[in-house]
């Protein structure tokens, strides 16, 4: 059994290199009460639009706010739920801006979880073509994974995240602190991110989880704060390598093909985002199984280790029509084709796996899909 005490070598900080959108992340405690220089010196002294949603707010933006010392600042406020990833939505916002005279200095600080990042990095990069927007994401989801790439978008009836950009924040600040007052359900489904992580690029990472399952469930801070920087820093990789998703970029979608279906399906918000992953991440380990192409045990121990951090690991009352249906229309679909990215083993992919529909139709009723 490895160690429980996090490995001393992973940095607080780390850079994200893209050039000209080169960005930090900065993983530690305390993070608010810095937060008006880390923004000047990365995004400008623009005045600052704080999106965020009403409870995060009452619970953390006088903190945020009391750290932006006197810099202008003007909170925005989404109601909660993934519906509010719209079109709709980002209008709104854009209005919001407008009518409070943002111009191209303006700096748009995401403040919540992953729908706030999303929403309010696809209004910073459309709102006059582009302003500077700051993640500070308050889910553990959102500090593993969403938070860090540039991914932004809303959802359309019937797809999720299908218009979009990418679109890289200067700044990114994770204050794992924030993650006391997130509900049990969140907080588990942001582990369904921690997994992806170790599954698809780090066999010690994912060994480290099933090792210290019990200082996870308890919030532990040391096992938290590693965990975040030891997922920012995989994500950071990918990202450096391939910022546009033209390769290696999709071993980040394991679990999403089908997890992002299942969404869809039961409706948005029904499931939250980690907890479809974490279905998903399973069925391709099936249909990878089925394939011959991966052993049994990586799906065996997927299953326990997300059983151990209380995660769904199979499909509840969804029909395998609508699945099937949900996933021709996901942006990874071509020519009609869903892809997956299959394990090979623990922490080795292979993104792009065309599969022949009779072994994921199989997969699916393995895990409970409906006839």
């Known amino acids: 059994m490895r160690n429980s005490q996090p490995d001393p070598r992973t940095s607080g900080q780390l ?84 009518a409070a005279g943002a ?17 309010a990095g696809f209004v910073a990069a459309t709102y006059m073509r582009g302003v500077p927007f700051v993640q500070v994401p308050t889910t553990l ?12 978008a809303v959802n359309i009836p019937g797809a999720k995240n299908l218009v979009g950009a990418f679109y890289q924040p200067r700044l990114v600040l994770a204050d794992p602190t924030l993650l006391k007052t997130l509900r049990a359900r969140d907080y588990r489904a942001g582990l369904g991110e921690v997994v992806k992580h170790g599954a698809i690029a780090d066999a010690d990472l994912f060994s ?37 998703e033209s390769g290696l970029r999709a071993i980040l979608n394991f679990g999403h093909t089908v997890g992002h279906a299942l969404e ?3 409706g948005y918000g029904v499931l939250r985002h980690g907890e479809a992953v974490a279905i998903g ?48 229309s996901d942006k990874k ?10 394990p090979r083993e623990i922490g080795v992919v292979q993104p792009g796996c065309e599969v022949p529909a009779h072994i994921v139709e199989t997969a699916l009723l393995q895990l409970g899909a409906s006839t």
């Not at 750290?67 to 709709?88: A, D, F, I, W, Y």
């Not at 111009?103 to 929403?119: K, T």
């Not at 380990?285 to 011959?292: E, K, N």
């Not at 679909?333 to 299959?342: A, D, Q």
Request: overall charge positive; some cysteine.
């Open 15 to 98: 850079r994200v290199d893209l050039g000209d959108r080169s960005y930090d992340i900065h993983v530690s405690p305390g993070l608010l009460a810095r937060a008006d220089d880390l923004i000047a010196a990365s995004a400008g002294p623009g005045p600052r639009f704080i999106v965020t949603h009403p409870t995060v707010d009452r619970l953390h933006g006088g903190a945020l706010r009391e750290g932006m010392g006197s810099s202008p600042c003007q909170t925005l406020h989404v109601p909660s739920g993934e519906r509010q990833k719209s079109v709709r939505r980002a209008a709104a916002l854009w209005g919001a801006l407008l």
């Open 103 to 119: 111009d191209r200095g303006a700096v748009l600080i995401a403040f919540g979880g992953g729908v706030i990042g999303d929403l």
């Open 141 to 152: 989801l959102a500090q593993v994974d969403s938070s860090v790439g540039g991914k932004v």
């Open 208 to 244: 480290w989880l099933e090792a210290n399952t019990r200082p996870l469930a308890r919030r532990h801070p040391p096992a938290i704060s590693h965990v975040v920087r030891r997922s920012c820093a995989i994500k950071a990789d990918v990202v450096r390598a391939d910022e546009r």
């Open 264 to 266: 869809t399906t039961a």
């Open 281 to 328: 991440m399973v069925a391709a380990a099936r249909i990878a199984g089925l394939l011959g192409t991966c052993p049994p045990h990586v799906a065996d121990r997927l299953v326990a280790l997300l059983d151990a951090l209380r995660l769904p690991t199979r499909i509840a009352h969804m029909p395998l029509s609508r699945i099937l249906s949900a996933m021709r």
């Open 333 to 342: 679909t071509l020519r009609g084709i869903p892809r997956f990215v299959l």
